[in-house]
């Protein structure tokens, strides 16, 4: 591709993610006209017309729609960032967030939470805590490893399993209506997001996606053989901790909130390089920005398809999967 | 001219032979239809029962035959308070099943029922526990509805040989039901409130027919939105629709111990998503009962006259929910102050009163 419409479809890739914000913004199962749409978003500046608005638009506008459309901007920019992140740290297409065992600890804490612990502790705080814990626990057990990087995979499908079966056994003991519960949070949805679960995620997505996209550069270096890295001066135990973490940090705030949503992490880094090229300094804000634009589509469905809501991780796979193989088809490769 | 003690010792000798060919008669062995269509034969004498669906084993119970109960399941043991109450002697049974209907087979098979009772839910559970332990399973519920929850009383009833006593818990049922329906009769459409419904600790999950509502005069704003021929199902719905719908009330599921309840009176309320709601700004927003395990036949009556006092104040003003709780509680399972009790568990006072 030539090098100026390749630097218009990176552009509009970038800008993309706001432009499904905006149209996302008309979408829902109530039906609301571009005119009282523009009007009610307007309305607090214009204080004649909010008495115009119904409370319930209102509502709908500013309560349900607009705390849940920035949440999935920032939970699918996370996974996407925290799934090319590590790809790029292990040197693996395979690994995806959720590798270091983030999401069965994640799924671990809230089931403690909805079966045993009730409203006294809420989910998202456990989620979080075993979400971390879970990676605390790879980290620690792999780090004299001769192999770093093997050891570091291996130990998170351990932990992960160890998780599941902590897992299935809360579940095997729950009643079925704590399962319910659990089971809608297992699969991931947005449903719940509201200003103040915004007011506490978003911070920290935020400070970590800054912190992993002035780092992009560094992705490329930290790509190359330990050797080579060293060789080009850089602190490699140090630049990896710092990965690992905020990468682990961005998925658990993400994961706590939104519950499990899957394959945003492994698909869209790879439709990213698919598209623009291995170049980290790229890879990075181009999954930023699809990857929040997949999940906004995705969600966008799930609210709006029927008069019940799905789980909006079913259709970021039902999405992510097909335009996967169709793109894996055309480009014959996904890891150059 | 036969002597009387002859004719004493002629008359016993009579009601003696008499006696046995009666009982027989009454416990012939019996085919029926289960939930699933499937035509079971039933023994003619059923003196050992297992059952592994809580709404039937509560039947059993409120049928007078809680002695031949041989095994608990695990949900009836570990997370119905209200069964605790209803029946102490649970918890002298043993152990057959886990959630989700994981029974020891072994430990089924020694405890040789003469029939058990499973969940249609599952087909090939009850089929396999059929074929391994050659013990008749008879899979049957309510599915939440009332039709088909007398149907079932009358069914374990004829199965247990107690016909009268689920003719008579049958009758009190319909009496109450029908002192209902005779106190909103008249009341116009638009008199219903609107009622929606949020079930199983999910604010958004609401099942789409639940009978009490209609029963006591409400109308659900879920209803018609899956079509749900096998029983009641439940949906999870957009928050937008909540908001479109506009109901008068919401409902919550207060069948959960108060320490798991993860959505309350007071989260619903303080929820700024759906404060514009004439329901919330109202605080028309309550505990119900619910399902559990479908449902227990004596909360379901008292619940269906609590949702009538909430919908209608002014057609049950006079309506004590207590002394109506308690009554049916003990005509039910021949306990004193049952209602009473449970409220105690579930903290029924904050329900209505204490907001």
């Known amino acids: 591709m030539a090098a100026k419409p390749r630097r218009a479809l990176f552009v509009f890739l970038l800008v993309l993610p706001l432009l499904v914000f905006v149209a996302s913004l008309y979408v829902g199962t109530s039906s609301i006209s571009p005119a009282v749409l523009a009007k009610t978003l307007l309305s607090p500046f214009v204080p004649s017309w909010k008495a115009e608005i119904p409370q319930a638009i209102f509502d709908i506008v500013f309560a349900i729609r607009l705390p849940r459309l920035l949440l999935a901007l920032a939970v699918g920019a996370a996974l996407a960032v925290s799934g090319a992140s590590l790809q790029s740290l292990f040197k693996n297409p395979l690994v995806n967030e959720y590798i270091l065992g983030i999401s069965s600890g994640a799924a671990f804490g809230a089931s403690l939470s909805f079966v045993v612990f009730g409203s006294r502790i809420p989910p998202q705080i456990l989620a979080f805590a075993f979400a971390v814990l879970a990676v605390v626990l790879v980290l620690l057990i792999s780090r004299r490893s001769d192999s770093p990087v093997v050891s570091v995979l291996l130990t998170g499908v351990i932990v992960s399993a160890f998780f599941s079966a902590l897992l299935s056994l809360v579940e095997y003991f729950a009643s079925p209506y704590s399962l319910q519960a659990l089971f809608f949070w297992l699969m991931g949805n947005l449903w719940k997001a509201g200003w103040a679960d915004l007011a506490v995620s978003l911070p920290v997505i935020g400070a970590g996606l800054a912190v992993l996209l002035l780092m992009r550069w560094r992705f490329n270096v930290l790509s190359l053989s330990d050797e080579e890295a060293r060789s080009l001066g850089v602190r490699l135990r140090r630049e990896k901790f710092i990965v690992l973490a905020t990468a682990t940090l961005i998925t658990a705030a993400a994961t706590s909130v939104a519950g499990i949503i899957g394959w945003i992490g492994l698909i869209v880094p790879h439709l990213v390089r698919m598209i623009g090229g291995v170049d980290n300094r790229r890879v990075l804000p181009l999954s930023a920005a699809l990857g929040a634009t997949v999940l906004l589509i995705a969600d966008d469905i799930a609210r709006s398809l029927a008069a019940f809501e799905v789980p909006v991780g079913i259709f970021t796979s039902l999405i992510g999967i097909p335009l996967f193989i169709i793109l894996l088809r055309r480009a014959g490769k996904v890891w150059r | 001219m036969v002597h009387r003690p002859m004719r004493r010792a002629f008359l016993l000798l009579v009601a003696a032979l008499l006696v046995p060919s009666f009982s027989a008669f009454a416990q012939t062995p019996t085919t029926l239809t289960d939930t699933l269509g499937r035509n079971i034969a039933i023994p003619a004498k059923v003196e050992r029962v297992l059952s592994l669906q809580p709404e039937i084993t509560r039947l059993v119970v409120a049928l007078g035959a809680a002695d031949r109960l041989v095994g608990i399941d695990f949900f009836l043991r570990n997370h119905d308070d209200l069964f605790k109450v209803v029946f102490p002697g649970q918890a002298k049974l043993p152990l057959v099943s886990m959630a989700n209907y994981n029974v020891n087979l072994e430990v089924l098979a020694g405890l040789a029922p003469d029939v058990i009772f499973g969940a249609p839910e599952d087909r090939n559970v009850i089929e396999a526990i059929e074929t391994k332990t050659r013990i008749p399973v008879v899979a049957l519920s309510s599915m939440g509805r009332f039709a088909r929850l007398l149907e079932e009383l009358r069914l374990v009833g004829r199965i247990l040989g107690r016909e009268e006593r689920a003719r008579e818990l049958a009758s009190g049922f319909e009496a109450r039901l029908s002192g209902i329906r005779s106190r909103l009769e008249g009341l116009p459409h638009s008199s219903r ?19 009490p509502v209609n029963a006591a005069g409400g ?61 919330v700004r109202r605080r028309r927003v309550y505990y119900t009962f619910g399902f559990w395990n479908w449902w227990d036949f004596a909360e379901v009556q008292v619940e269906t006259a609590y949702l009538a006092k909430i919908f209608h104040p002014d057609r049950f003003a006079d309506l004590d929910l207590t002394a109506l709780g308690n009554s049916v509680f003990r005509e039910v399972y021949g306990i004193e102050n049952g209602y009473s009790t449970l409220c105690r568990i579930l903290r029924c006072e904050e329900w209505v009163h204490g907001r």
Request: overall charge negative; cysteine-free; glycine content about 4%.
């Open chain 2, 193 to 211: 409130p609107k009622v929606f419904l949020s079930f199983w600790n999910v604010l958004t999950n609401t099942p789409v027919f639940y009978e």
């Open chain 2, 219 to 279: 109308a659900n704003a879920a209803e018609g939105l899956l079509s749900s021929y096998a029983g009641t199902l439940n949906a999870v719905v957009p928050l937008e629709k909540v908001l479109v719908w506009a109901p008068d009330i919401i409902l919550l599921h207060g069948n959960y111990p108060p320490p798991r309840r993860e959505l309350t009176v007071a989260s619903v309320l303080a929820d700024r998503r759906i404060a514009s709601l004439e329901a």
